[in-house]
């Protein structure tokens, strides 16, 4: 008879691929890559400038060919090994995919994939050999594509199957988010109340210090190299 695994639910956000070379959402100067937030990854930046919003992600899209997960990413792919390992990111890279994780749920959607204007389950992906979207390229159903991303002012389709997943932990473990970007950031509300949080960053947000949440203030790579040495000892 098979032994069931402690489920292990992680958390991810821009700090878990920082190391790997990937600017983060929204930087110190409330800018991402030079750009106001509002006006690369809000609906009302489509409808004001989607030609903007194209060249940016086809920009991110390029970068993303040019890094690798790091060792942050392939420690957390490391502990399906004896785990039951769900991951729901925020991010919409790859690069857990690329280190080996196979359970993975993304909230804001994926770089690698686009989709309909007008029929949002019309979705197609790209890669290294076609890695634009431009004005102009249509579905079959000949509405303009864009980017498989959900922005600012749009519903999060994946928010209930990542509350359900939460409210199946084990082990809930958060790395890399700021827990500023809502209904993300309410997810930890939804774990049971003996569920132990683990939270991996190096600068933990003020509403998480000085409660139950166990806080490991360092990088992606450092942070998951104790947080393995915590589960051993355990």
Request: proline share 4%; net charge negative.
């Amino acid at each position: 008879m098979s032994v069931q695994k402690t489920k292990i639910v992680v958390l991810t956000g821009a700090g878990m691929s920082a190391e790997s070379g990937i600017s983060t959402f929204r930087d110190h100067d409330g800018l991402w890559e030079n750009h106001r937030v509002e006006d690369v990854a809000s609906i009302e930046g489509w409808y004001k400038n989607p030609q903007l919003i194209l060249d940016f992600y086809n920009q991110r899209r390029k970068q993303l060919f040019e890094v690798s997960p790091n060792k942050g990413h392939l420690l957390l792919a490391s502990l399906e090994q004896d785990y039951d390992v769900t991951i729901i990111t925020q991010n919409v890279d790859d690069l857990h995919e690329r280190a080996g994780s196979r359970n993975i749920i993304h909230l804001h959607g994926e770089l690698l994939k686009v989709r309909s204007e007008k029929f949002e389950n019309i979705i197609y992906k790209l890669d290294k050999d076609r890695p634009e979207i431009q004005l102009g390229d249509l579905c079959e159903k000949g509405s303009q594509l864009r980017p498989y991303i959900v922005w600012f002012g749009e519903a999060v389709p994946k928010i209930e199957d990542a509350i359900q997943i939460v409210q199946q932990a084990d082990i809930l473990l958060i790395i890399g988010t700021s827990l500023q970007v809502y209904p993300a950031a309410s997810l930890l509300n939804y774990a049971q109340k003996k569920c132990p949080i683990y939270f991996i960053d190096p600068v933990i947000p003020s509403s998480v210090k000085n409660t139950s949440v166990y806080c490991i203030e360092k990088g992606a790579s450092e942070g998951m190299a104790d947080f393995l040495k915590l589960l051993k000892n355990k």
